[in-house]
């Protein structure tokens, strides 16, 4: 049974950081590419960052390009999201997902919550 399970959202004021996780099981990451949409309220389902399978290609979104930075940990089996410089702008909820469409999909975390927030 394949499940993607998310971790570390938070509330952090702006200019912080946070790291998201997002634990895979039911295939090897590896061969897969994944990623993050967000969805905040009133706003368009946004893809933030995708990383291929294979060679691990990246992309962002232009709205974070420079301060988020995606990766896999294959020992783990696990995506994670590095976001740093954080901005009201960001805050929403994120959710991983496979193949990394904002539509599509065939399968999504449970998403986690940031807040950015003063």
């Known amino acids: 049974q394949v499940q993607l399970v998310e971790s570390g959202g938070g509330l952090v004021q702006p200019g912080g950081s946070l790291r998201l996780s997002c634990a895979v099981t039911?295939?090897?990451?590896?061969?897969?590419?994944i990623g993050w949409f967000r969805q905040a309220p009133g706003k368009e389902r946004e893809i933030v960052s995708c990383?291929?399978?294979?060679?691990?290609?990246?992309s962002y979104a232009d709205s974070v390009k420079g301060r988020f930075t995606i990766s896999k940990d294959y020992a783990k089996n696990t995506a994670l999201l590095q976001m740093n410089t954080l901005k009201p702008e960001d805050t929403g909820v994120y959710y991983c997902?496979?193949?990394?469409?904002?539509?599509?999909?065939?399968?999504r975390g449970q998403g986690t919550q940031v807040t950015v927030s003063s």
């Open positions: 997902v496979s193949p990394c469409r904002a539509l599509g999909y065939n399968y």
């Open positions: 039911g295939f090897t990451l590896e061969y897969y590419d």
């Open positions: 990383i291929s399978s294979g060679e691990g290609v990246t």
